[in-house]
């Protein structure tokens, strides 16, 4: 790349007029011009003949008998920075690549199908992985070697790229055997996996929750929050899942409710309740999140994972995903404990997302970069003279709060973490509360001004479907339990879009948009993100449209992506380009699998439809996996969590009448600041007065029509 302004760079090639250049770029480019992506768009000026994955790069391979370097990122990853710096803007690297290789560039945001195959053959091969992640392949796609970054030449005892690629290039010539007896184990190991999953055995699952939450005391940090050491990564999966673990008080039998009630009341947040130990888990580890570096100090939201223990230094890049998915548990912390702290933080969560992310179509960007003018960081640290030639007076107690020092505590700058608990601060300091509330949001304010003026980093600016779906439940959510229209609006807004800019003319639905739609089919995860999100919007809103949606798209889901013999699934849909051999995505990662959540949209539309026959496909669509759940709980919470609903009913809550009315939205408020820890929803829109009725296995309540009743009738004692 040319220039330190990596954001007005990509913006700048996107905005050359290419139907005058050649079919391979031309002098000055290579076949990533034509891309949209733009960590594609990055690699364009590179020496290296860059192809986009395509009928055209094999072709090539197997016309002239040569490897395939194919090379996976993304772009706002900081290695995938380092490595383009240091060898594919390199000429030397470049000549040595275009003679003994045909080279392929994959943005893994973009295909996620390409990313999950090679990183499943990496994970095989070395036991982990990572980006950028770079494959060496027969023409046939079937992969030999895999390495993550490697600099230009050898240092200490790591390999030299420049070293391998010569390696390699003889081995290809010479010793054509041992690059296919390794293809050919490759490809057996990665089958082997697969069929290790299913299990006759049937699946504990009392055990098997309570083995989680013991793995998970094991490797909890107590004195920083969060799991494992360094790095430190929030795994908003691990916490949803503790919060989950607080018993919740069923609703009284209605018998109860009149005279003496001898049974238990359901769970209010302020009803202190058994559980403890994992919410607390839970807790502490947003609160040491929230005050350290991790989060962003000045303009909210989370950055990637931290480089040490204590949360203090982040990898700097922010992606729509980690922030959806840490609001959600931010509600959810809310809903356990009644605490504003956690509504603070969904708030802030939601205020950057609004703010740096949202597209002018009104959905939401993949990411923004950890560089910027080519640093990691810059954009977000200070030094001390900055903040106090910025603030004047009010520095000195701005600086005390967030621990800013002449120093610094990274490479001489610093970056912004917050003091645990801002009460005890203020005791300790002799501070007035209030004041220095706010003080500090004056600071703040004046601060994030002054950081707008600097060179931004990249952000990426592709609509992702799945990570959409994401924020779309996270908004829906909110909306609902903190009565704010703006967050239903604001999903409503990204619904709209996704369902009509990101369809095909026969309704089929894509991944991504940038500067129009992609021409790459929709995956699992993205029908099966977007439907939980359609119905978390209908929960909101009580709104048929959205139901109806997510029926439709289940429909599709099951044609698409489910086998009607075994009952099992595939990442990308039938009527999609295959990988060489199937491999699913059926673990949680930073976001639950896209077959846990797959089960789960189809319990909940099952409840809500009445239809039986879903609830099996849920069943099923689990079964081929209970060995994995039962070898890897850890791995597999989301699927542990369906598997828990579909060993009871749950509660049902039924709204009739005028259901889109600012009363039906203050009901649908109350009942879901009860916290029903397994709820389905359901609306018929009549001609008559709006009520609720509440259903539990066997048993329903008298209708109420306001929130006062609903309040009586759900704490009677």
């Given amino acids: 790349m040319s220039s330190n302004d990596t954001a007005a760079y990509v913006a700048s090639l996107m905005a050359i007029n290419k139907t005058t250049l050649p079919a391979d770029g031309g002098e000055r480019f290579n076949r990533l011009i034509f891309a949209k992506s733009p960590y594609l768009l990055q690699h364009a000026e590179n020496p290296v003949k860059w192809y986009e994955w395509g009928q055209a790069a094999f072709d090539l391979a197997r016309t002239e008998s040569l490897p395939i370097l194919l090379s996976i990122g993304y772009a706002t990853c900081h290695w995938c920075h380092v490595m383009a710096h240091e060898s594919f803007e390199d000429n030397e690297v470049a000549t040595l690549l275009n003679r003994h290789f045909v080279c392929i560039k994959v943005d893994r945001e973009e295909r996620p199908d390409i990313d999950d195959f090679y990183m499943a053959v990496a994970q095989t091969l070395t036991g982990s992985g990572g980006w950028p992640l770079n494959i060496f392949m027969t023409p046939e796609k079937h992969p030999f070697m895999t390495i993550t970054y490697l600099p230009k030449r050898g240092r200490g005892e790591m390999s030299g790229l420049m070293e391998l690629l010569a390696n390699i290039a003889t081995l290809w010539r010479q010793r054509p055997d041992m690059i296919e007896r390794n293809c050919h184990g490759i490809m057996e190991a990665l089958e082997g996996a697969r069929n290790r999953h299913g299990s006759e055995i049937p699946l504990n699952i009392s055990a098997n929750i309570e083995k989680s939450l013991q793995q998970l005391k094991k490797i909890y940090d107590s004195k920083n929050g969060g799991f494992g050491k360094s790095p430190k990564f929030p795994m908003p999966v691990y916490l949803s899942w503790l919060t989950g673990q607080k018993k919740h008080r069923p609703i009284p039998h209605p018998a109860q409710t009149n005279g003496t009630n001898t049974g238990e009341t359901l769970h209010h947040p302020t009803t202190p309740t058994v559980g403890e130990d994992a919410l607390q888990m839970a807790l502490h580890t947003l609160r040491k999140m ?6 962003d100090q000045l303009g909210g939201g989370l950055h990637r994972y931290s480089v040490d223990s204590v949360w203090m230094a982040p990898h700097f890049e922010k992606m729509l995903y980690d922030q959806a998915m840490l609001a959600q548990v931010t509600i959810e912390a809310y809903l356990a404990t009644g605490d504003q702290f956690y509504r603070t933080m969904t708030e802030e969560i939601f205020s950057f997302v609004e703010r740096e992310l949202k597209s002018s179509e009104g959905a939401f960007c993949s990411a923004l970069d950890a560089d910027s003018e080519g640093v990691e960081g810059k954009f977000y640290v200070w030094n001390k003279s900055e903040i106090d030639d910025c603030l004047g007076i009010d520095s000195g107690v701005f600086c ?22 801002h009460v005890e601060f203020c005791r300790v300091h002799g501070l007035d509360d209030e004041g220095v509330k706010e003080l500090l949001v004056r600071c703040r304010t004046s601060l994030l001004e002054l950081r707008e003026t600097r060179i931004r980093p990249l952000r990426d600016d592709k609509i992702i479907t799945s990570w959409n779906g994401l924020m779309i439940s996270a908004l829906a959510t909110a909306g609902i339990v903190y009565s704010n229209p703006e967050y239903i609006a604001s999903a409503s807004m990204v619904t709209s879009f996704i369902l009509k800019s990101l369809r095909r003319a026969d309704g089929r639905l894509l991944r991504s948009y940038l500067n129009g739609a992609s021409d790459v089919p929709a995956f699992l995860e993205d029908y099966a993100f ?10 909101a809103t009580l709104n048929q449209i959205w139901l109806n949606e997510a029926r439709t798209l289940v429909e599709e889901l099951l044609q698409l992506f489910r086998n009607p013999e075994s009952g099992e699934y595939t990442l990308t849909g039938h009527d999609a380009e295959q990988m060489p051999a199937r491999v699913l995505s059926d673990h949680d990662g930073v ?47 989301g699927a542990l969590h369906v598997l828990t609903l579909l060993e009871t009913e749950p509660t049902t809550a039924i709204f009739t009448g005028k259901i889109d009315s600012i009363e039906a939205l203050m009901l649908n408020v109350a009942l879901h600041n009860y916290s029903i820890k397994n709820l389905i929803i359901r609306s018929e829109e009549r001609s008559c007065p709006l009520s609720l009725s509440i259903c539990i296995p066997g048993t329903c309540y008298p209708a109420v029509s306001n929130e006062e009743e609903l309040n009586h009738l759900l704490s009677a004692t």
């Fill in 290 to 295: 929230r005050s350290g570096g991790i989060w």
């Fill in 400 to 421: 005390l709060y967030h621990n800013v020092t002449d120093e610094g505590n990274f490479d001489g700058q610093t970056i912004l973490t917050a003091s645990d608990e």
């Fill in 530 to 539: 977007l439907t939980a999100g359609l119905l978390d919007l209908y929960e």
């Fill in 591 to 637: 976001t639950p699998s896209a077959l846990s959540r797959t089960a789960n949209v189809l319990y909940r539309l099952a409840w809500i439809d009445n239809k039986p026959e879903l609830l099996e496909y849920a069943r099923k669509t689990l079964s081929g996996i209970m060995g994995e759940i039962r070898e890897n709980t850890l791995g597999h919470l």
